[in-house]
């Protein structure tokens, strides 16, 4: 378990049925395994593959990525404010690279 | 002995370095092609899509038409469509034509997600087409395209050690 630098956008309170937006951005070089040192070494890939969101434990959306994904990768999608409780971000990659953050969401 | 003009001493000379250049040519240009792998963006999406056809429309893939940088691309997609139990769009894939690898990324949404939206920032390694196709619930595939000029390009260039 890698520990991440992530930052969210996730808004506190919604009303209920309200579509919310959610950003994300997670620190990770995202090396696409293409480049090379000035020595002409290959650089392994080391990417973010998969991320998750659970809505209450209930997947609600979900990225898979490539080496086409720029560095410190940036997601925005939405979801419905259905219920009160938690959202579950998890990013999963190369190298066993893992990151997990939590939002609470006010439904009124 | 005579002094060569400046005329004959350039013209030797342009030609000195146009043949060294010819002779390396074609190791630079082999250099490149290995690094490089083909980018076969047709057969990647005949394997998404099979022999569904692919229609064009309700998918909006924007992105900005010149990119200075091709290392950060803001890249957004949206779909036409009303994302309810029965009609809704099931995944956005995104496409690219000249990047080594011709996915770029997948997202996966259904009807909890309101709205067919999504948006991220993508890497470019040379001017080219992007497409951005949507996988609808009832199994059908839209999409649209967009040419982007890419003046400084990702991806291939070299690290320093």
């Known amino acids: 378990m ?14 209920r049925g309200e579509i919310i937006d959610i950003k994300t951005l997670v620190a990770h070089t995202m090396e696409t395994g293409f480049r090379r040192t ?7 890939r080391d990417i973010i593959t998969t991320f998750v969101c659970l809505y209450n434990g209930i997947e609600v959306f979900r990225a898979e990525l490539h080496p086409s994904v720029s560095a410190n990768p940036f997601i925005q999608f939405s979801t419905v404010a259905t219920e009160s409780g938690t959202l579950d971000f998890k990013w999963s ?3 066993g690279f893992s990151a997990t953050e939590t939002a609470r969401i006010e439904v009124t | 002995m005579k002094q060569p003009s400046r005329r004959t001493f350039i013209t030797a000379a342009g030609a000195c370095v146009a043949t ?4 390396a040519w074609p190791a630079l240009l082999h250099a490149q092609m290995v690094r490089t792998p083909l980018n076969n963006m047709p057969d990647a999406i005949r394997k998404l899509a099979g022999a569904k056809t692919i229609s064009k429309g309700r ?3 924007d992105v900005p038409p010149l990119v200075e940088n091709g290392h950060l691309v803001p890249l957004s997609v949206s779909v036409d469509s009303p994302m309810s139990e029965a009609d809704h769009v099931k995944a956005i894939h995104i496409f690219t034509e000249r990047n080594p690898l011709p996915e770029m990324a997948t997202f996966r949404l259904g009807p909890r997600a ?4 999504v948006a991220t920032r993508v890497r470019m390694a040379d001017t080219q087409n992007v497409i951005a196709i949507a996988e609808l619930s009832d199994g059908s ?6 040419f982007l000029i890419v003046t400084l ?5 070299e690290l320093p050690a």
Do not use: Y
């Open chain 2, 20 to 23: 060294t250049v010819a002779a």
């Open chain 2, 114 to 117: 309101g709205r067919a939206r």
């Open chain 1, 38 to 44: 000035h020595l002409g070494a290959p650089i392994p």
């Open chain 2, 59 to 61: 998918v909006k893939l």
């Open chain 1, 93 to 95: 990659g190369d190298n």
């Open chain 1, 2 to 15: 890698t520990t991440a630098n992530v930052r969210l956008d996730v808004p506190k309170t919604a009303k």
């Open chain 2, 153 to 157: 390009a990702a991806c291939l260039e």
């Open chain 2, 141 to 146: 595939f839209w999409s649209d395209s967009a």
